[in-house]
C-alpha cells in the first residue's frame, strides 16, 4: 500500500517521488516554497480534484515500482535489448529534457555564490549530450548488429561488431568519470540545510539519474555485451 496520501505535504511527496515534481509543476503546484502543504490543500487551491491529482501521483509510483521489480539479467536477447530501450533509453530521453530546466534555474539562481553549480550544469549538459548520441547509435545501429550477430555468429559480424563494443564501452567509461566527479562536488547529493525546494530536488533527481545509468551501464557491460564476447 502506497505511503503517499492526500495529507502529506507536496514537498514530503516530492522528496519521496522526485518524478512527481513534474507533475506538480504541470498543474501549477507549488512543491518548492509553498509546498509546506497538504496533497489536498495544494490541490484544492488551485481547483482541482485532489483524488485525480493523488491517482497521477499513484500511477508515477507503480510506473517506478513496476521497473524496479524485473530481473533484465534472465532475459532473452531480444527481450534485454527491447528492455534496455524501452526502460534506459526512452527513460533518458525523457527525464533529460525534464530536469535540464531545473538544473539551469539552480545555477542560475545560486551559481554566484556556488561555483560548484555552475559545473554541475557543465557536467549535466555533458552527459546529456553524450548519452543521447550513444543511445541513438545503439538503437540505430549497435543493437541490431549484436542481435543478428547473436542469432549467426559468424567471423564477418565478429569482425563489424567488435570495434563498436569497444567503443561503446568507452564511452560508458567516460560517462562514469562524469557521474564519479557530479557525486564528488555534490558531496554524495547532500544539498545545503538551507536549499530550497527545487535546489533538493535537482540534487534527489541527479542521484537518481546516476543510479540509473549505472544500471544501464551494468546491463549492457556485464550482460548483453558479455553475451556477445561468449559468442566470439
Not at 538503437?139 to 549484436?146: A, E
Amino acid at each position: 500500500m502506497s505511503q503517499i496520501t492526500l495529507d502529506l505535504n507536496v514537498s514530503e511527496i516530492v522528496t519521496m517521488l522526485p518524478q512527481s515534481a513534474d507533475l506538480f509543476r504541470n498543474l501549477r503546484i507549488d512543491y518548492c516554497c509553498g509546498g509546506k502543504i497538504s496533497l489536498k490543500e495544494a490541490a484544492e487551491q488551485r481547483g482541482l480534484d485532489p483524488h485525480n491529482v493523488l491517482t497521477d501521483v499513484h500511477e508515477i509510483e507503480k510506473k517506478k515500482e513496476l521497473h524496479q521489480q524485473m530481473e533484465p539479467s534472465d532475459f532473452g536477447d531480444k527481450t534485454l535489448v527491447t528492455y534496455i530501450q524501452e526502460k534506459y533509453h526512452a527513460g533518458l530521453r525523457e527525464e533529460l529534457p525534464l530536469l535540464a530546466p531545473y538544473v539551469t534555474k539552480v545555477a542560475r539562481v545560486h551559481g554566484d555564490t556556488q561555483p560548484h553549480l555552475l559545473r554541475i550544469q557543465e557536467i549535466f549538459k555533458l552527459l546529456r549530450a553524450e548519452l543521447i548520441d550513444h543511445t541513438d547509435d545503439e538503437d540505430q545501429n549497435v543493437f541490431p548488429l549484436i542481435l543478428e550477430f547473436l542469432e549467426n555468429p559468424t567471423a564477418e559480424l565478429k569482425e563489424q561488431l567488435e570495434p563498436h563494443v569497444t567503443e561503446l564501452e568507452n564511452e560508458h567509461d567516460s560517462a562514469g568519470r562524469l557521474l564519479h566527479e557530479l557525486r564528488e562536488i555534490t558531496n554524495n547529493f547532500t544539498p545545503p540545510k538551507e536549499a530550497c525546494g527545487t535546489y533538493r530536488l535537482v540534487y534527489a533527481r541527479l542521484e537518481e539519474f546516476e543510479k540509473d545509468t549505472f544500471t544501464h551501464v551494468h546491463l549492457e557491460n556485464n550482460v548483453l555485451f558479455e553475451r556477445v564476447q561468449k559468442a566470439m
